[in-house]
């Protein structure tokens, strides 16, 4: 039975690599980013209609020669069952918006983002 200090850990926990992500990202933080992924992830988008994706490795080196903009991140919703769970987050940058989905896993008492599907929508 879970109990509501069980819950309160698990909600913190999920959080650990969310706000990794959010807070990693706006300033290209490799190794905090590098943190929050499963090696074995997948970061999807729509780029002009088409499916494409890269590997952890391919996301990161992407990220770290990106330019470096100011932006806001927000978390919209999170959720959780047992070991599975799904956040909805955004990152605001002043002409556009990634809009992102994640699933997450929680392997040997750790959460990790499993794969992000990505939209990027003007402002």
């Not at 706006?26 to 590997?55: S, Y």
């Not at 599975?84 to 989905?101: E, K, M, N, P, W």
Request: proline share 5%.
């Amino acid at each position: 039975m879970e109990t509501t200090t069980n819950k309160t850990v698990e909600n913190q926990a999920i959080l650990i690599p969310i706000n990794d992500y959010l807070e990693g990202r706006p300033v290209k933080d490799i190794e905090r980013l590098r943190r929050a992924f499963h090696p074995d992830a997948f970061i999807r988008a729509v780029v002009e209609g088409k499916l494409v994706q890269w590997t952890v490795p391919q996301y990161l080196d992407a990220v770290a020669t990106a330019a470096l903009q100011e932006c806001q991140p927000e978390i919209l919703s999170y959720s959780w069952d047992g070991d599975t769970a799904s956040a909805h987050v955004q990152l605001t940058f002043a002409t556009f918006r990634f809009i992102d989905r994640f699933n997450l896993v929680k392997l040997d008492g750790k959460w990790l983002l499993m794969d992000k599907i990505s939209y990027r929508q003007p402002l």
